[in-house]
């Protein structure tokens, strides 16, 4: 018998709006309740899980449904007893709940891959480009900047420039196979594949993500 999940629920929906909330560095300030709601648009699952974990208070925030789903994934396929938990709270990089620096999500520039794939007539030439680059533009069809892209199932990514832009250099270390490009955004959600005989890639247009906001904690299973 499969054992109890631990999991990331939505304790207590939240139904003020939140453009109407005053906006801090890093969450909101609702009147409603008088609490801080976090903005969690671009953390990690990691940094997420370590707020949630070294909170001395409940935590209301908002995220995507997308987030909420990955945010399970990841508890999924992670150790879930309470040495991890107490470990990734270490981790938290003195992140606090009501104080959020606004340079927490900021990301550092793209990492260099590469793609290996002997051509079998002559080993020496390769069948694919030594790098891939992009657009991205958001739901109004317009360049959208500081967009964070994930080659899936690997290590690497891009950040966009001011123009939308992103650039992959790509070196020895990557399965061709692993060609699907995805947005990680609270806002937007996208996929596409890639294709590696070419440099440049087909636009890449955004949409809006679901948001979903109000008390979050992680419910973790009671053993018996």
């Known amino acids: 018998m499969k054992d109890p999940q631990t999991k990331v629920t939505i304790a207590k929906s939240c139904t003020q709006n939140w453009d109407e909330m005053e906006k801090k560095a890093g969450f909101s300030f609702c009147n409603s309740c008088s609490k801080n709601v976090i903005d969690f648009t671009g953390y990690s699952n990691a940094e997420i899980i370590s707020v949630l974990t ?13 987030q909420l789903n990955q945010l399970n994934y990841y508890l999924l396929v992670k150790p879930v007893n309470r040495n991890w938990m107490k470990y990734l709270g270490v981790l938290a990089i003195g992140m606090s709940v009501f104080t959020q620096s606004t340079n927490a999500s900021v990301l550092p520039l793209a990492t260099e891959i590469s793609i290996v794939k002997g051509n079998e007539k002559n080993a020496d030439k390769p069948l694919v480009v030594n790098k891939v680059t992009g657009r991205i533009l958001g739901p109004n069809k317009k360049p959208v900047a500081g967009i964070r892209l994930v080659i899936l199932n690997t290590p690497y990514y891009a950040m966009t420039d001011q123009n939308g832009q992103y650039e992959i250099i ?13 947005v990680q955004s609270a806002r937007y959600s996208a996929t596409i594949i890639i294709n590696y005989t070419k440099v440049k890639q087909n636009d890449f247009i955004l949409k809006d993500e679901p948001m979903i906001m109000g008390e979050i904690m992680i419910q973790t299973p009671k053993k018996s």
Request: glycine share 8%; net charge positive; with cysteine.
């Open 54 to 66: 070294t909170s001395v208070s409940t935590v209301c925030g908002r995220l995507s449904e997308t």
């Open 170 to 182: 790509l070196k020895n270390g990557l399965n061709i196979k692993n060609n699907k490009l995805s």
